[in-house]
């Protein structure tokens, strides 16, 4: 499963390039782990690893879900 988008800029900056500009550096060490494994992982699932947190969102992002940083 591909990164396809990104919404935030600074995101997808440091994604491509590992620019910290706009992120906030103590979040560069998780957020590049959590950008490696979303594009790699196949399914949904694969994102649920011991730490992350990882859920569905209830509401109108039913269908979403969530890992923290």
Excluded: E, W
Excluded at 38 to 52: A, E, F, H, I, R
């Amino acid at each position: 499963m591909t990164i396809k988008t990104f919404k935030h800029k600074g995101i997808q900056r440091f994604f491509k390039t590992g620019s910290k500009a706009k992120i906030k550096p103590s979040h560069a060490k998780q957020l590049a782990l959590i950008l490696d494994r979303l594009n790699t992982s196949c399914k949904v699932q694969d994102m649920n690893y011991p730490g992350s947190d990882f859920h569905g969102l209830k509401g109108k992002l039913k269908g979403f879900y969530s890992v923290h940083v």
